[in-house]
Nanobody
Framework: QLQLVESGGGLVQPGGSLRLSCAAS????????IGWFRRVPGKEREGVSC????????GSLDSVKGRFTISRDNAKNTVYLQMSSLKAEDTAVYYC???????????????????WGQGTQVTVSS
């Protein structure tokens, strides 16, 4: 019954902002690490940012540091990815995923995550 549902994607111009949401059900965020990943055609999924379940520590891809911020609202059981200063190269399908937290820093590797949402398209274009 563990489910993740992404929303908030869309078309935005370069330099613009979007906030993606990952609504979780069937589990509580304090027990799972949540990662945001993105994929473009012909490429592997790329870890963008993550947040640990137990302590809320975060990590992110170097290319998005200073532009993207991951956060969570435990009361709403939702994780967010606030994206600003968007670039054309940020265009991708964005996924959130969950991994049972073992107390370690949240992993950036997609294979560490067992549960995935359906994805939401982000297109950055003029």
């Amino acid at each position: 019954q563990l489910q993740l549902v992404e929303s908030g994607g869309g078309l935005v111009q370069p330099g613009g902002s979007l906030r993606l949401s990952c609504a979780a059900s069937g589990f509580t965020l304090d027990s799972y690490a949540i990662g945001w990943f993105r994929r473009v055609p012909g490429k592997e999924r790329e870890g963008v940012s993550c947040i640990s379940g137990r302590d809320g520590r975060t990590g992110s891809l170097d290319s998005v540091k200073g532009r993207f911020t991951i956060s969570r609202d435990n009361a709403k059981n939702t994780v967010y990815l606030q994206m600003s200063s968007l670039k054309a190269e940020d265009t991708a399908v964005y996924y959130c995923a969950a991994a049972l937290d073992d107390g370690s820093p949240c992993p950036p590797e997609s294979h560490e995550y067992d549960y995935w949402g359906q994805g939401t398209q982000v297109t950055v274009s003029s």
